[in-house]
């Protein structure tokens, strides 16, 4: 069974950082594309960023240049520093593959950015 933990997730002001984990099991994670995925209060959840086994990576718009997606293949653990964060950066953050694998997700990790 497939099964996401995300943690790191927590209260930040404005232009703080914050790294995120993610511990997957139940996949071969070191083949997988993984990717973050976030969703905040009233909105769809929408992807963030994703990196493949290899370590290229790609980002939406919003957070290039601020967040940075790694991976330790060893550890099936995925990364997200996130740098500069903005107010707009708040929701909750998840880990999936990308695309995302069938079955749930995980419970995510709350980030809120806020003074």
């Known amino acids: 069974q497939v099964q996401f933990v995300e943690s790191g997730g927590g209260l930040v002001q404005p232009g703080g950082s914050l790294r995120l984990s993610c511990t997957a099991s139940?996949?071969?994670?070191?083949?997988?594309?993984m990717g973050w995925y976030r969703q905040a209060p009233g909105e769809q959840r929408e992807f963030v960023a994703a990196?493949?086994?290899?370590?290229?990576?790609n980002y939406i718009d919003s957070v290039k240049g601020r967040f940075t997606i790694s991976r330790d293949n060893a550890k099936n653990t995925l990364y997200l520093q996130m740098n500069s964060l903005k107010p707009a950066d708040t929701a909750v953050y998840f880990c999936?593959?990308?695309?995302?694998?069938?079955?749930?997700w995980g419970q995510g990790t709350q980030v809120t950015v806020s003074s």
């Open positions: 990196i493949q086994s290899g370590g290229g990576t």
């Open positions: 139940g996949i071969v994670f070191g083949v997988y594309v």
């Open positions: 999936n593959s990308f695309p995302p694998v069938a079955g749930p």
